[in-house]
């Protein structure tokens, strides 16, 4: 994934419109199932993702050696507390396909 693009994504309105809307970080069309996120090893081992929501195929683009796919039928929108090292809000996937 370029730097450009993991910039772009994590714009934080941007990444705020894609959890409220329940829109598609790539291509802004409403979300159905399996919903699609992102990320590294570690974020899959917290299950939190800081990339927007994604349709599956909407995947591609953003997949690289270090990336990973996990696939969801819902999620929760997670806005950091003022203590939190992590000042990004995440995607915490509730239901894995």
């Known amino acids: 994934m370029s730097t450009a693009t993991r910039v772009g994504m994590l714009d934080r309105k941007w990444v705020t419109q894609c959890a409220l809307s329940r829109i598609c970080g790539v291509c802004s069309r409403p979300l159905g199932r399996p919903i699609a996120f992102v990320g590294t090893a570690e974020e899959v081992g917290r299950n939190a993702f800081h990339l927007p929501p994604l349709h599956l195929e909407c995947t591609g683009s953003l997949l690289d050696d270090d990336h990973r796919v996990v696939t969801t ?11 939190d090292l992590d000042q990004s809000p995440t995607f915490q996937p509730n239901s894995l396909l």
């Open 73 to 83: 039928a819902g999620f929760e929108f997670v806005r950091p507390a003022k203590e």
